[in-house]
């Protein structure tokens, strides 16, 4: 099945700073990326996905870029604020056989005021 | 709410009891996914339902696990003989199978073997 490797698992930046989050997948059939951001007691929530026929995506502060050939993709976060404290999930779509999304280890983003 | 609704929010259960979890996804849903989440990890997949039918299940999922989704619309995860390793969130997530295939979750059941 698909392989979604994380980093970093923990990460601290100053509030206003920006901070980036890599993964990697293993299945090349996978086209299709989430990102989900969790607060602690709370639900998975998603924040902004792409899929393997474009190479960049921005929603206002965040933005995700893709690298089919190399297999990985990042989520960017610019100016970050406290609020954006959580743990943040990326996911892989595996497209052989059931379409199942398969989840990275997670980061625990902390942004310092 | 319109969102995806699970129940219990939590459970409480003795070592070898059986328990049953429920989801209701968002309504136009035809996916229906249960994951676990121990602490510190992202979830993990458990089974897949596209309207009834159970598609897959990973080999996490030992027989002591079951799921269901009778007439395509709620699910039910039912645990036998539940172990303290079984202790963990379980979150469902439900999409639709055409489209941009966006996948919601909903706030999960903690459970608890003690």
């Known amino acids: 099945g698909e392989n979604v490797e994380q980093h970093p698992s923990t990460l601290s930046v100053q509030e206003g700073d920006s901070a980036v989050i890599k993964c990697t997948y293993s299945?090349?059939?996978?086209?299709?990326f989430p990102w989900y951001k969790q607060e602690l007691g709370k639900r998975p929530q998603l924040i902004i996905d792409?899929?393997?026929?474009?190479g960049e995506k921005k929603d206002q502060r965040i933005a995700v870029t893709l690298n089919k050939t190399a297999k990985h993709f990042s989520l960017h976060i610019t100016e970050t604020q406290p609020e954006d404290s959580a743990v943040y999930f990326c996911?892989?779509?595996?497209?052989?056989?059931?379409?199942?999304?398969?989840f990275g280890t997670g980061t625990r983003l902390t942004v310092i005021p | 709410d319109t969102g995806v609704s699970q129940d219990p929010r939590h459970k409480i259960t003795k070592r070898g009891q059986n328990v049953t979890f429920r989801c209701d996804p968002i309504?136009?849903?035809?996916?229906l996914y249960w994951y676990r989440q121990t602490l510190g990890q992202g979830p993990e997949f458990l089974t897949y339902?596209?309207?009834?039918?159970?598609?897959?299940k990973s080999r996490l999922l030992s027989d002591r696990f079951s799921a269901e989704r009778p007439k395509g619309s709620f699910s039910t995860l039912e645990i036998q003989r539940t172990e303290q390793g079984d202790s963990a969130m379980y979150l469902c997530?439900?999409?639709?199978?055409?489209?941009?295939?966006?996948?919601?979750f909903g706030q999960g059941t903690r459970l608890t073997v003690v």
């Open positions: 997530a439900s999409s639709l199978a055409r489209g941009t295939g966006k996948a919601f």
């Open positions: 996911a892989s779509l595996y497209q052989t056989g059931a379409n199942n999304l398969f």
């Open positions: 309504s136009e849903h035809n996916r």
């Open positions: 339902f596209q309207n009834e039918a159970q598609l897959e």
């Open positions: 792409i899929r393997s026929n474009v």
């Open positions: 299945d090349s059939a996978s086209n299709y």
